[in-house]
């Protein structure tokens, strides 16, 4: 699958459908007929919108884990906890289930945003916050993680 680019202001309605925006469509045009997997983030306090393809590949890794290792059933056990498997319907809405937009403090102002290889689906007021966070030195973090001298990426 092709890389995703963009960031968009939607709005959901009173059911919970987010009209998808048109060049995030277009993007996962090729995957849209494979559904979703709609998931909490780790990090943040949003939700994570994982193609098919991109999800099978992720559970694949997570799959070669030692289940017989407590903290790896409970890493698989968290990540995978309110994880659903969402289409996109022939009006170009996705539904967000009631637990993840309660997870993500999902109110009728939303922003969808590409990270890479998935889409984050943020509450508004929240995504401002992460983006304007005054703790995070955006310098000095680019510097951290793509500042290495191995190529211009930080790519060896």
Same mark, same amino acid.
């Given at each position: 699958?092709?890389?995703?680019?963009?960031?968009?202001?939607?709005?959901?309605?009173?059911?919970?459908? =987010?009209?998808? $925006? %048109?060049?995030?469509?277009?993007?996962?045009?090729?995957?849209?007929?494979?559904?979703?997997?709609?998931?909490?983030?780790?990090?943040?306090?949003?939700?994570?919108?994982? $193609?098919m393809?991109?999800?099978?590949?992720?559970?694949?890794?997570?799959?070669? =884990?030692?289940?017989?290792?407590?903290?790896?059933?409970?890493?698989?056990?968290?990540?995978?906890?309110?994880?659903?498997?969402?289409?996109?319907d022939?009006?170009?809405?996705?539904? %967000? $289930?009631?637990?993840?937009?309660?997870f993500?403090? %999902?109110?009728?102002? %939303?922003?969808?945003?590409?990270?890479?290889?998935?889409?984050e689906?943020?509450?508004?007021?929240?995504?401002?916050?992460?983006?304007? @966070?005054?703790?995070?030195?955006?310098? @000095?973090?680019?510097?951290?993680?793509?500042?290495?001298?191995? @190529?211009?990426y930080?790519?060896?």
């Amino acid at each position: 699958m092709d890389l995703i680019t963009g960031t968009y202001d939607c709005k959901v309605d009173a059911k919970g459908r =987010l009209m998808m $925006p %048109i060049a995030i469509k277009k993007q996962l045009s090729t995957v849209l007929q494979d559904g979703f997997v709609l998931r909490r983030s780790v990090f943040q306090q949003c939700l994570e919108l994982y $193609p098919m393809q991109e999800w099978q590949l992720l559970m694949q890794k997570m799959n070669k =884990l030692n289940k017989f290792k407590k903290k790896n059933n409970d890493f698989i056990r968290r990540f995978t906890a309110g994880a659903k498997m969402v289409e996109v319907d022939a009006n170009g809405r996705l539904l %967000i $289930p009631k637990d993840l937009t309660v997870f993500a403090n %999902i109110s009728k102002n %939303i922003v969808v945003a590409s990270a890479i290889n998935i889409v984050e689906i943020w509450d508004k007021a929240l995504y401002e916050q992460a983006i304007n @966070d005054a703790t995070v030195d955006f310098a @000095d973090l680019a510097e951290q993680v793509m500042g290495q001298d191995e @190529d211009a990426y930080g790519v060896s």
